[in-house]
Every structure is written in structure tokens, then in C-alpha cells.
């Protein structure tokens, strides 16, 4: 990763008010989050979509993370997006996802490489249809070696979704509960939300009682694989014990949403996409939407950035949909309304703004100067339907503001 880039990432996540012990850890998770994080984006694009009303000249901005949604939104079929990241790994995810969609041959070959991500033949896709179409830097990382040795491009045909820190947190998990002699993917086979339950309540619910589990999960370094850092895991925390927190998610995802139309519980519980013609996917690898996505790949632009620094270089009223995922957690006061000052003068009329904490309140009401808030309405009523929605299950809310 770029030194500036590095130094970006430390300057978003280490609090200038946290106390020795706390920055400590913030440098950690700094240093943690350099690598890949998400293989697959953790956010519902579904949700994102029916908040967002993505018009055919809608101009989006969106934290790239894996770049599933940023590729789903096409779905949508807006005028033009740009994800932007700090994180060099999810740069060079993004981008490749983007030539898979654009120079892959035909549907069995993106889904072989995007969806299955696990499968030797998609060494020599790359190869021949993928790398020659790559920048500079992009190609350096994906022929470039992890910190276990391995090329990271071999991660697509041995199973890229079982990569980055949430990819191990997520075999952790699996090991643990093996131990305890539970099989995560029973889950899956369930036919009806009832069995789902039955199977929830059995198996996994009693996991969380066990002292070893609530003594780990009492730290804040041992959710870093969830990609939440110090600050955020006190606000996921609250009042309550982290495995409480952590059972009640999992609740949700096991039990509130078929499993065979929530491709989130398989990656949780299946360690990646179904492999059935009827399996659950996201938006952008569904067959039928196959021919726009070619149609339209050139809307999206991936971009290295700090969020509030993009849109200081954008004009004046020349945007209408922000996605800032669940970054404003990470967020100091300063921070937030710089944001949102930036957000208010680039926001054209109508223009909407969807984020996530992981507690349930919206995070800005105290926190950003009435002056700017003033501007904006909370959608109450929408906001509390995403969050039911939701089925990646893992945030406490999800938000919507719309530019009075």
C-alpha cells in the first residue's frame, strides 16, 4: 500500500482523544485494515436501492469496500458511479471485479471466477482475458504475494471468499464452533424460516453462553476480522456483553430472512456463494442481469480516495447519492461535519444520503452543527424499514437523509 495511503487509513481510525491503551489498539486495526478486509461487501444492496430511488441521472458516490455494490447499483441503472477507498486491497478487488465483468467471455466464466472464486481454471482466465486489460499497480498486487507467501491471485482458484480478515474471521468462527461439534452449513440445508430457527436455537445460540466465547469476544481486537475497529466496537457493545450483541446478530441473519434468498448467510455459514442455479447472489452476478451489467461496467469508476476529500473537488449541486457504509463510526465530530459540509454543497436537490452504525441511532443528531443538519430530513420510517430488511444483519441501523 502507498505510504500516504497507509497514512490516511491511521489518520481515519486512530482517535486523537483515545487514551494510550486505545490508541494502541486503533494503530492495530490501522495496521490490520491494510491488507484485504472484505472479499464480498457486507452492506445490502437491495436495501441500498429501494432507500436510495436511483434515478437514470443519478451521480452516486460510494465507499468501494469489495465493490459488490458498486457494481449491483448498475442494476439501477444511474448515469454514473464512483467508489472510492483508501484501502489498496479493495482498489485492486474492484478493479478486477470490474475487467472480470467487462472481459470475461461469457456468464459461466464470470460467475466460475466472481461467484465459485474458487476454481483453477480461473488462473489462466486471468491470464489471458483479465490481466493484459489491468493497470500497473493492479496487476502488481494480484501477482504480487500475501504475508503467508502465496500469489493473491491464486485466491480465486482456491477460494477468495475464505481470504482477508473477514474471510479468516469467518473459518475462526467455523473452527470454534466445530469444536463444540457444530456443523455452520446445517443452517443451510434448513427448508423453511421455522427449521431455521430450530437449527439456530440448538446450535447456535448455546455457543454464546460458553465462558471461553464471552471472554474473547469481551476484547476489542477479537472482532478486527469484522473489520470494526476500537471505536465502533464500543458503540456495538453499548450496555450489553459483546456476545449478546454478537448472538442477536446472528439471530437475525440465521432466522429472520430465508437462507435461500440471503446470499450473506451463505458466505457466513457456507464460506461462500451457493453453487445451485437457484443459489442466491448479489444483483450485479444474477444471470439476468448479465447483459446490462457489460452495458453499462463503463459508469463505474474506481478510485483511491478519502471520501470528504473527493467531494471537495467536486462542483457545487453535482451529485445526489452517497453511500458512506459504515465509515461515520470511525468519525470524530471535526470529521463528521467536514463531511457533511462537503455532502450539503456538492448534494443537488432531492439528493439522498444512506449510511449504517452499528448502534441503532443515527449518530449525527449533537454531533454536527444544526447549521448543516438543519438541511437534511431524517426518513424515520424508511430508515427503520432498511434496518428490518437488511439481511447482512450486522449493523444496528440503517440511515437515510434526504436534502429538504
Not at 115 to 144: C, I, S
Request: proline share 6%; charged share 25%.
Amino acid at each position: 500500500m502507498p505510504k500516504s495511503a497507509a497514512q490516511l487509513v491511521t489518520k481515519a481510525v486512530v482517535r486523537r482523544d483515545a487514551n494510550p491503551g486505545g490508541k494502541f489498539l486503533d494503530k492495530a486495526f490501522a495496521f490490520a485494515f491494510k491488507g484485504l478486509v472484505y472479499a464480498q461487501i457486507w452492506e445490502d444492496p437491495v436495501v441500498d436501492m429501494a432507500a436510495l430511488q436511483i434515478q437514470p441521472d443519478s451521480r452516486i458516490v460510494t465507499i468501494a469496500s469489495g465493490s459488490c455494490n458498486a457494481l449491483s447499483y448498475l442494476t439501477a441503472d444511474p448515469a454514473q458511479i464512483t467508489a472510492v477507498d483508501l484501502n489498496a486491497a479493495h482498489l485492486a478487488l474492484g478493479r478486477l471485479k470490474i475487467a472480470a465483468v467487462r472481459h470475461l467471455p461469457d456468464y459461466e466464466a464470470l460467475r466460475r471466477f466472481c461467484a465459485e472464486a474458487d476454481d483453477p481454471a480461473n488462473l489462466a482466465a486471468y491470464r489471458e482475458h483479465l490481466a493484459p486489460h489491468l493497470d500497473a499497480r493492479t496487476r502488481r498486487y494480484w501477482e504480487g504475494r500475501d504475508l503467508a507467501g502465496r500469489k493473491r491471485i491464486g485466491g480465486f482458484s482456491q477460494g477468495i471468499y475464505k481470504r482477508g480478515l473477514l474471510g479468516n474471521f469467518i473459518g475462526l468462527a467455523h473452527f470454534l464452533a466445530k469444536l463444540y461439534k457444530i456443523d455452520p452449513r446445517t443452517i443451510l440445508e434448513a427448508e423453511t424460516i421455522e427449521d431455521q430457527r430450530r437449527v439456530f436455537d440448538e446450535k447456535f445460540a448455546p455457543i454464546f453462553d460458553r465462558r471461553f466465547v464471552r471472554w474473547l469476544t469481551d476484547r476489542p481486537a477479537s472482532l478486527f476480522g469484522l473489520g470494526i475497529p476500537p471505536a465502533q466496537y464500543t458503540a456495538l457493545a453499548g450496555d450489553d456483553r459483546m456476545a449478546d450483541v454478537l448472538r442477536k446478530r446472528l439471530e437475525k441473519l440465521a432466522c429472520h430472512f430465508p437462507v435461500n434468498d440471503n446470499y450473506f448467510a451463505w458466505q457466513a455459514f457456507g464460506r461462500g456463494y451457493g453453487r445451485g442455479p437457484g443459489d442466491p447472489l448479489p444483483p450485479y452476478l444474477k444471470p439476468e442481469n448479465y447483459d446490462l451489467m457489460r452495458d453499462r461496467i463503463d459508469r463505474l469508476d474506481v478510485r483511491q480516495a478519502n471520501f470528504a476529500e473527493h467531494l471537495a473537488a467536486q462542483p457545487e449541486a453535482s451529485l445526489d447519492r452517497y453511500i458512506l457504509l459504515d465509515a461515520q463510526d470511525w468519525m470524530d465530530d471535526a470529521q463528521l461535519t467536514g463531511l457533511w459540509r462537503e455532502i450539503t454543497r456538492t448534494a443537488r436537490p432531492g439528493a439522498r444520503v444512506l449510511f449504517r452504525t452499528a448502534a441503532e441511532p443515527s449518530l449525527l443528531p449533537g454531533r454536527v452543527p444544526d447549521v448543516v443538519l438543519s438541511l437534511w430530513h431524517y426518513a424515520e420510517a424508511e430508515s427503520r424499514e432498511a434496518t428490518k430488511a437488511d439481511r447482512s444483519s450486522i449493523y444496528g441501523g440503517v440511515h437515510l437523509y434526504v436534502l429538504r
